[in-house]
């Protein structure tokens, strides 16, 4: 039986890059790891949609990229405004708040999205030395009014800096650093690149760059900037060692997502959510998000549905889905489908979704959801 590994991250890694990841390990210090070093690095700023920005890849997780964005923006006793949708959007406060930071969090319930009008209103009731806005947050689903809540940030505080967290959306969605007016993305590596996890991936504009100059205690070494931006430059040099194989697959990866093209790759994901959504609809489950993310999907079950029986029993069928967090937790599963999982892997779980509720004796019409999964 095939394994579906259909959590929203680590997602499926096909066998290019599984096949990158496994060739010898070369040294750091060689031409041509210094040459695929600089490519990933230029093929990253194409993703993130920027020109301008400078691409930094580094050993570690997506948490990393978020200690990273805010350590060197932000000194001790500066202002943090956090736009949160759920668990992850949290993080950042966090993380704020032990670096020392004085941090406001605008949120709200579980599906829904922060108030534009809100977010006006923090911004004239106070100056923000930089906000932070969860792309996508796994927690929920929810897709952020990046562009608008940008747009608002430029009107109402053009000093303050931008942070925008692509972990779940970088290669699935289309993103645009340079005429969003973003200061700082990152993202992971494991989510819509399709790569393992262990990589963080970032980029920082000019002026945030600048503000990483004026920062004289900047409470990180690894994460210094300062001290990646010379490997940047010219990739032969060294500061860290960097993670040979890993970047040896996020090549490959790559190279098949351009190949592919981009806005093929992000309409990929778009039909694929709408195919799964189409055929958990006709089951009685139900989006959490009210604008949600091609990425992943967050489904409420419906009544007479128990969530640990569900994912056990979908476990044993060798699919596995998450659960859900914080106040979701127990009335909620989380699909991805992202990255490169097909349209067959996803019918496949389908059927094996069916095949799960029925054991649970609830009845299903089997050929109405795998219509509406095909004809979506």
Not at 55 to 62: L, R
Not at 152 to 175: F, H, K, M, Y
Not at 352 to 359: M, V
Not at 368 to 376: I, R
Request: glycine share 8%.
């Amino acid at each position: 039986m095939k394994q579906l590994l259909l959590i929203p991250g680590p997602t499926p890694v096909s066998v290019e890059v599984r096949e990158a990841l496994s060739r010898e390990t070369i040294s750091h210090f060689s031409q041509n790891f210094a040459s695929i070093y600089k490519d990933v690095h230029e093929k990253m700023k194409l993703l993130f949609g920027t020109e301008h920005g400078v691409p930094f890849v580094i050993a570690g997780s997506g948490t990393l990229g978020m200690e990273i964005s805010l350590t060197n923006i932000l000194d001790n006793g500066e202002n943090l405004l956090v736009i949160s949708h759920g668990f992850f959007g949290d993080r950042f406060a966090e993380i704020g708040q032990s670096l020392g930071m004085n941090v406001d969090i605008l949120s709200t319930l579980s599906g829904e999205h922060v108030d534009l009008k809100a977010v006006e209103d923090k911004l004239k009731e106070k100056h923000y030395e930089a906000i932070t806005i969860t792309h996508v947050d796994t927690s929920t689903g929810v897709l952020a009014q990046v562009e608008s809540i940008t747009k608002i940030v430029r009107n109402l505080s053009p000093q303050t800096l931008i942070v925008v967290d692509g972990v779940c959306a970088t290669g699935g969605i289309e993103e645009k650093m340079d005429e969003w007016g973003v200061d700082v993305f990152f993202t992971g590596s494991q989510k819509a690149i399709a790569i393992p996890p262990g990589l963080a991936m970032l980029a920082f504009s000019s002026r945030a760059i600048e503000k990483r100059k004026r920062i004289k205690n900047v409470r990180t070494y690894y994460g210094d900037i300062l001290r990646w931006i010379p490997v940047v430059e010219d990739t032969s040099k060294y500061f860290a060692t960097p993670a040979v194989n890993m970047v040896f697959a996020l090549q490959e990866s790559l190279n098949r997502i351009l190949d592919f093209g981009l806005p093929v790759y992000f309409e990929k994901h778009t039909l694929l959510a709408k195919k799964v959504r189409a055929a958990m609809s006709s089951l009685g489950f139900e989006l959490v998000a009210k604008i949600p993310a091609p990425t992943l999907s967050v489904f409420r079950y419906p009544e007479g549905v128990d969530d640990e029986s569900f994912r056990k029993l979908l476990e044993e069928k060798e699919l596995f889905v998450a659960g859900g967090l914080k106040d979701l937790k127990g009335k909620t599963f989380r699909i991805g489908h992202m990255g490169s999982t097909e349209e067959e892997d996803l019918f496949l779980a389908i059927k094996r979704i069916l095949e799960t509720l029925e054991e649970m004796g609830i009845k299903v019409d089997r050929g109405k959801t795998l219509e509406a999964f095909l004809k979506s």
